[in-house]
């Protein structure tokens, strides 16, 4: 099969897709994206409930050049000029409800702005991102993180506005104790889980979905021209907009029941899988593969 043809552009999720444990996308996948770029000519888009501050590494080394869907769509950004093509943030006084909350009540959170992720030194998700930047070659890479500054404070005082509140829970207990957290607010934000142990607030309506078509709208894209990858919760709405949709392996059920295919796990390589036997023919990966090295150094 090659769906190149029809789907000339590849749109994908990060963690649970492309990248693995400890934010690490394998070499392999890496190659196979890589190869996808050469033949499309630069045609591959990111969405991720990440702040695409923490994905400047893979921005790099994927030569991204279009723009990045991320905070679960609440942000779009043109990674070569820095400009925002598209922000919508939760509005102060419900993200100053929600952290006081989150606060009193000590329940872990991450706050994300468009420059900064804020949070407390002992969240073990914090705790996982420190532990990435360390172990970066180069510091460009590194996720912009503060652990000291009372981000509650410059939240009232108009000096930050948040695009995400991240709950990171490890149990049924600490579900419990996020879910006490939304329901107050329930019917005022958006509320949904981007992995198994991550649930994310952020402003109504807000969704990859709704991002990806102001994208298209911004720049004349076709979302029928579109292949996606992804596996959670925070996918389906995207997955419901493009041309063509394969969930991974690793996916939610909701996922899958909508996907037009399913490729392998992230842990597989599920999207080099699909890339390489579905999307690009023989003759487009004999051409290009070989190239890769020179071009990707």
């Known amino acids: 099969m090659n769906l190149f043809k029809k789907y000339p552009y590849v749109i994908t999720d990060l963690d649970g897709t492309i990248a693995g444990e400890g934010y690490v996308i394998n070499e392999e ?19 991720s409930g990440r702040l695409d501050l923490m994905a ?5 080394k994927l030569k ?12 779009i950004r043109d990674p070569i000029s820095n ?23 000590d329940i872990d959170h991450i706050v994300y702005t468009a420059s900064m992720i804020y949070g407390h030194p002992h969240s073990k998700r914090i705790a996982l991102m420190m532990k990435y930047n360390e172990q970066l070659v180069d510091n460009n ?14 939240l009232k005082n108009n000096d930050i506005q948040v695009l995400k509140i991240l709950f990171p829970f490890n149990s049924t207990a600490e579900l419990d104790r996020v879910q006490f957290i939304n329901e107050p607010f329930k019917d005022q934000i958006e509320g949904v889980f981007s992995q198994k142990d991550l ?17 298209c709208e911004l720049k004349g894209y076709d979302p029928h021209q579109f292949i996606f990858y992804g596996d959670n919760y925070n996918d389906i709405e ?10 991974m392996g690793n996916s939610v059920l909701e996922l899958k029941k909508i996907a037009n295919s399913t490729t392998t796990s992230v842990v597989d ?3 080099r899988e699909h890339l390489f036997t579905e999307v690009l023919s023989k003759e487009q990966i004999a051409e290009f593969l070989p190239q890769v090295k020179n071009v990707f150094k």
């Not at 994206?33 to 050469?38: E, S």
């Not at 649930?199 to 994208?215: E, H, S, Y």
């Not at 995207?238 to 969930?247: D, M, P, Q």
């Open 29 to 47: 996948t890496y190659e196979a994206l890589q190869t996808y770029q050469l033949v499309s000519d630069y045609h591959l888009f990111l969405a």
């Open 56 to 60: 400047k590494e893979y921005f790099a």
């Open 64 to 75: 991204i050049k279009t723009p990045i869907i991320s905070c679960n769509g609440a942000l």
């Open 83 to 105: 400009e925002v093509l598209y922000q919508q943030t939760l509005s102060q006084d419900l993200a100053i409800k929600i952290l006081t909350m989150a606060l009193e009540h």
């Open 141 to 154: 890479y590194q996720i912009p993180l503060d652990t000291e500054t009372n981000y509650l404070e410059l």
């Open 199 to 215: 649930f994310d607030i952020q402003a109504l309506n807000i969704n990859k979905g709704n991002a990806f078509k102001k994208l």
């Open 238 to 247: 995207l997955a419901k907009s493009v041309g063509y949709t394969v969930a």
């Open 269 to 271: 390589n599920g999207v």
